[in-house]
């Protein structure tokens, strides 16, 4: 019998295909609107294999609840929307989707770095607006990114994929992981740094590190003091890892330079949220790893690896 499974959004065809050959699928099939909470309750209660995306806690409630479950496929690097614990002691495998999105979300992150030294967004907003009267030598000056110092915290994947990216800017990079990384300091010539030394040495701090219990609010008023007042800080991770409050305090003081955010701590951000009225930030709606090849490949790392814990194999990205 073919095992069951829900998929809690309007996936790219291919892996839907991959998924529809050996399992009765059902899915939530709207592309611009998140599966309501009962209806993913409801939904889940009898499947095999649940299909999921960032925008749903699966958490113990869901894993409790779903008494056939086998499998949680996300599709994406960070699963800190899983409640990983219950699921292990559930016996239930959880798969993530590494390395596809490296590539695409190190060039976001470039491009955010770009976009908020050089304040892109605030020029091209204001030359619509009709305010450009005449060039002016100090208009809409931003700072230089070629040969500026970049801290990078965590050096993962994306992180090594954006010391390559800075290289060949010039830059001077640090990073600060929770373990050195001797052999890539090396190959890519990179410089180790507590945290305190990259907050206070950066003119750009990038945060890549993954979201969990000991990076809550890694960035907070004591660390945000430490940072240049000519600094950017980039987030392309998770939200949660800065306590937006304190930053916000620190860009509207101008205790830092600028910000550039393509992750919040409630998504999607409300409109109303005071960093949004801050011309010093770059916002942008969580799209590192969005281009259409990459999210097609994790789509189909997904289903991959769905179907392989379904067939009682060991998925290729299990992180339990
Ligand atoms: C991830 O994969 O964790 C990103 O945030 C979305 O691609």
Not at 79 to 102: C, F, H, R, W
Request: net charge negative; hydrophobic share 40%; aromatic share 6%.
């Amino acid at each position: 019998m073919k095992p069951t499974i829900y998929i809690t959004r309007k996936i790219p065809d291919e892996a839907l295909q991959i998924l529809e050959e050996e399992c009765n699928v059902k899915m939530w099939d709207k592309e611009d609107q998140p599966v309501p909470r009962e209806v993913l309750v409801k939904e889940t209660r009898e499947v095999d294999g649940l299909f999921c995306l960032l925008t749903e806690a699966i958490d113990k409630e869901i894993i409790e609840n779903a008494s056939h479950l086998k499998v949680v496929s996300n599709m994406a690097v960070g699963y800190d929307n899983i409640d990983v614990e219950t699921a292990s002691q559930k016996n239930i495998m959880v798969t993530n989707t590494p390395g596809v999105l490296t590539e695409t979300t190190a060039d976001l992150t470039f491009a955010l770095l770009m976009s908020t030294a050089r304040r892109l967004i605030e020029s091209s907003n204001y030359l619509r607006a009709g305010k450009w009267s005449t060039w002016s030598p100090m208009q809409l000056t931003g700072q230089d990114i070629h040969g500026a110092k970049l801290g990078i915290i965590g050096l993962g994947r994306i992180g090594q994929a954006l010391a390559k990216r800075a290289k060949g800017f010039d830059m001077e990079v640090y990073y600060y992981n929770r373990s050195r990384k001797p052999k890539i300091e090396e190959e890519l010539g990179l410089q180790y740094a507590s945290l305190e030394e990259l907050l206070s040495d950066s003119d750009f701090i990038s945060i890549l590190t993954p979201y969990t219990a000991e990076t809550h609010h890694l960035i907070g008023e004591k660390e945000l003091q430490l940072m240049k007042s000519s600094a950017c800080l980039i987030n392309t991770s998770r939200g949660g890892i800065v306590n937006e409050d304190a930053l916000y305090s620190a860009l509207k003081q101008k205790k830092i330079w600028a910000a550039g955010l393509d992750v919040f701590d409630e998504e999607p951000v409300s409109l109303n949220h005071p960093l949004l009225e801050l011309s010093n930030v770059v916002t942008l709606p969580h799209i590192g790893s969005a281009s259409i090849a990459t999210r097609k490949k994790m789509a189909a790392v997904a289903a991959e690896d769905l179907l392989l814990g379904l067939k009682g194999e060991t998925p290729k990205h299990l992180v339990n």
